[in-house]
């Protein structure tokens, strides 16, 4: 019996440590991907001249009176995933062609520094292919219109070059610190309402309807935040920002720490899954 007894408290101590190290490996902050050289330097061009107020506020802040011809970039940077109140480190490096609206996202779950676990998104001329634990999602319209929602948004906070560049972004205002957003091959409905620090004019928040249960079909109110703009490099960036969904905690928080501008991403969305060299 008492052989028995010791057998059962070794097993739970192992159980306890197993469970101890699996959560102190979260505790650590993914490891950054390495830096890459910039692009080629952009030209420059002037600002459009039917910019709405606080939009226009918004881009002579960052930009002055012309903004630089992006035409590709890449994004690098690590942030937190919450998924049932587990807080998983998280880094990111995420790719933009402007010519074709099109994006490619990886996103890399570490534990203890090791990447664990693999999100893989391809958003390429208006198809959306998902890659996530155990499941794979395609050929699906929900799916692709969530996509584009994300491309907008995010080239809006960290490229918005790419944005303002784009004559198929169509803006109006709405007061002296909000805007909406109406996106290329997307409903109304889809619009982002932007709003812009009143004091500094830079973005603060983006918020819109988007597929959230795509299984169901149903829009839900998607929202991100700016929480800190800083310096990344040469550029003034959102350098930390979270996301949520209706009321919920979020999501997810990005930390920004390199972007480049017209890189050649042609290799990355040529291939899907995979490092490509």
Avoid: C
Avoid at 9 to 34: D, E, M, N, R, T
Avoid at 130 to 138: A, S, W, Y
């Amino acid at each position: 019996m008492r052989m028995l007894v010791r057998i059962l408290i070794a097993l739970v101590s192992i159980v306890v440590l197993l469970i101890a190290a699996g959560w102190l490996g979260l505790q650590v902050k993914a490891a950054s991907f390495p830096a890459v050289p910039p692009g080629a330097a952009p030209n420059r061009v002037p600002l459009p001249d039917d910019l709405p107020e606080p939009v226009l506020r918004y881009a002579r802040t960052l930009f002055g009176e012309t903004i630089p011809e992006v035409h590709s970039a890449q994004v690098f940077g690590r942030g937190r995933l919450i998924n049932k109140g587990l807080a998983l480190p998280t880094r990111m490096r995420l790719y933009y062609d402007a010519a074709r609206t099109s994006h490619y996202h990886d996103f890399q779950v570490t534990w203890f520094t090791l990447p664990v676990l693999r999100v893989t998104e391809r958003y390429l001329d208006g198809q959306t292919i998902l890659d996530l634990p155990g499941e794979r999602v395609e050929n699906d319209p929900f799916t692709d219109a969530a996509a584009n929602q994300g491309y907008w948004s995010e080239t809006l906070a960290w490229v918005p070059a790419i944005v303002f560049n784009d004559p198929r972004v169509r803006w109006e205002a709405i007061d002296a610190t909000t805007a909406r957003m109406y996106l290329p091959n997307a409903d109304d409905m889809e619009a982002f309402t932007v709003g812009f620090d009143p004091d500094t004019g830079l973005l603060s928040t983006i918020t819109t309807m988007r597929y959230g249960n795509v299984e169901q079909g149903r829009r839900e109110r998607w929202s991100n935040r700016v929480l800190a703009w800083a310096q990344v490099g040469d550029l003034q960036l959102p350098a930390l920002s979270e996301t949520w969904w209706n009321d919920d905690a979020p999501w997810a928080t990005w930390e920004v720490e390199q972007v480049v501008y017209n890189v050649d991403v042609s290799a990355r969305l040529a291939q899907f899954g995979g490092d490509v060299r």
